[in-house]
């Protein structure tokens, strides 16, 4: 198994421009979630999903759009990118069993978005 | 709100040195935490879980952790420092209120190991 795989790994946007941060499992997990995280602080949830067709905000969703068509891939879209969106991006997935909060969650490599 | 504060945002250590990297939880119920790290340039790695099932964790490269629930703690420790340690450390909650049950992050420990 590959993982959690993510791409690109770096990119640089002009501010206004759009692009679309890409994330597979082939896990066949239910659950996937995009994180953010900013240069000395922890993760921040963007948004995430518990399974195909089904996506909800997180902490910090404005500025972002989700969609979630297969179980396998969960695109992250950015439509108008600004300066603050420089960040890493992380997406994880989990299985979602009954033990619910003790899943691991997985994490792909991460994509380094600069915005300027 | 289920949160966790890392009470130390860096900690030097000297190799062949006990690691010691402290982190305070809220919960209004039980938590489920967990130990992540990240290599520079890297993704997050699991270290540990904490599942109620035993309050003395033992994880990966000799990592281990013990849930204290009187003292809301969830320490990470380590007898001895290697330098493959130097790394970004995150404690982390379940946060089962949310229907996805995402992840809530300390903001990170960096741990630096001298030779």
């Known amino acids: 198994n590959a993982g959690v795989t993510q791409t690109p790994k770096f990119r640089i946007l002009k501010i206004g421009q759009s692009m679309t941060l890409q994330c597979t499992q082939d896990m066949n997990h239910n659950y996937m979630y995009w994180y953010r995280q900013d240069p000395g602080m922890g993760l921040k949830l963007i948004y995430y999903s518990v399974g195909a067709g089904i996506t909800d905000k997180g902490e910090v969703p404005n500025g972002y759009n989700v969609s979630r068509s297969t179980t396998e891939d969960f695109p992250l879209r950015l439509e108008l990118a600004a300066p603050s969106q420089t960040s890493v991006y992380f997406c994880?997935?989990?299985?979602?069993?009954?033990?619910?909060?003790?899943?691991?969650?997985?994490f792909g490599p991460g994509t380094r978005l600069t915005v300027l | 709100a289920q949160s966790v504060t890392q009470l130390d945002s860096h900690v030097s250590v000297s190799e062949g040195t006990p690691v010691l990297l402290r982190c305070n939880y809220s919960s209004s119920y039980s938590p489920s935490l967990f130990w992540y790290v990240q290599h520079p340039n890297k993704g997050l790695q699991l270290l540990l879980k904490y599942t109620s099932a035993a309050t003395l964790v033992k994880g990966i490269n000799g990592f281990e952790a013990e849930f204290k629930k009187s003292e809301t703690s969830f320490h990470l420790t380590k007898p001895s420092a290697h330098m493959s340690d130097a790394a970004e450390y995150f404690c982390?909650?379940?946060?089962?209120?949310?229907?996805?049950?995402?992840?809530?992050f300390g903001k990170g420990t960096t741990l630096s190991v001298s030779s």
């Open positions: 994880a997935s989990r299985q979602g069993l009954a033990g619910g909060p003790t899943d691991t969650q997985y």
């Open positions: 982390v909650v379940s946060d089962s209120s949310q229907a996805g049950t995402a992840l809530i």
